[in-house]
């Protein structure tokens, strides 16, 4: 076996490791929520404990419908995989989606995160092939509803949530090789993007870093 293969080997292995913990944090954190929806379910009492009893089943109910519905095609996403090049290049890329959702891109990635000012392009698309969540609107997007979009980067460590100029529609989210255009940071597609497309498994470099790159998030 070449020096070569091997290297590459080791950071597939890396990377698939990196995927699992991942998501076995993830899974923990379900399981710990779970266990408090129970135990709150059981105890049954009046006041501040039933209301927040009340706010933790339905929040679990939600996140189960957005998981059923993450098994199956989102309306609306355009899949634009065709194509889709991934060399490291060190120009500005013309690519064909405004904002992109694949390409040729930076060797260096952006670090995930919200961001309050535009991000270089070819840096975000990096972020996307290593299973990032792109989220970008409209600057002149209401503040509520951009306070909106920026917990979707509080819940998960490979989302991106920044402006861009010129978008088609107020918010558009991408993830490598797939785009979705809404008209407000509440419709309940969103969530439903970034569940069944965050660290999509079908990508060669899923798991690799979303941190130590470029770029510093608010």
């Known amino acids: 076996m070449s020096a070569g293969k091997s290297t590459g080997k080791a950071a597939a292995a890396e990377r698939q490791a990196a995927l699992a913990a991942i998501r076995s944090t993830q899974k923990k954190q379900e399981r710990r929520r779970t266990l408090l929806i129970s135990s709150i379910a059981g105890i049954v009492v009046v006041g501040l404990v039933g209301a927040t009893g009340f706010v933790l089943v339905n929040e679990n109910r939600k996140s189960s419908a957005v ?26 890329v013309d690519y064909p989606q405004d904002p992109p959702a694949g390409g040729d891109h930076a060797a260096a990635w952006l670090n995930c995160g919200v961001y309050t000012d535009p991000v270089p ?40 949530v920044s402006p861009y100029e ?24 969103l969530p439903v993007f970034v569940r069944k497309y965050l660290l999509n498994p079908e990508l060669p470099e899923v798991g690799a870093l979303c941190s130590n790159g470029v770029g510093t998030p608010a």
């Open 67 to 92: 998981e059923a519905k993450a098994a199956e095609p989102v309306d609306g996403v355009a899949d634009v995989r065709e194509g889709l090049t991934a060399n490291h290049v060190t120009t500005v």
């Open 166 to 189: 010129g978008l088609s529609s107020p918010v558009v989210a991408s993830s490598w090789g797939y785009q979705l255009e809404v008209d407000s940071a509440d419709d309940e597609r």
């Open 121 to 160: 392009n070819e840096n975000a698309v990096h972020s996307l092939e290593h299973g990032a969540v792109w989220l970008t609107y409209d600057p002149a997007l209401p503040a509520d509803q951009v306070a909106t979009l920026q917990q979707f980067a509080e819940q998960n460590s490979y989302v991106i």
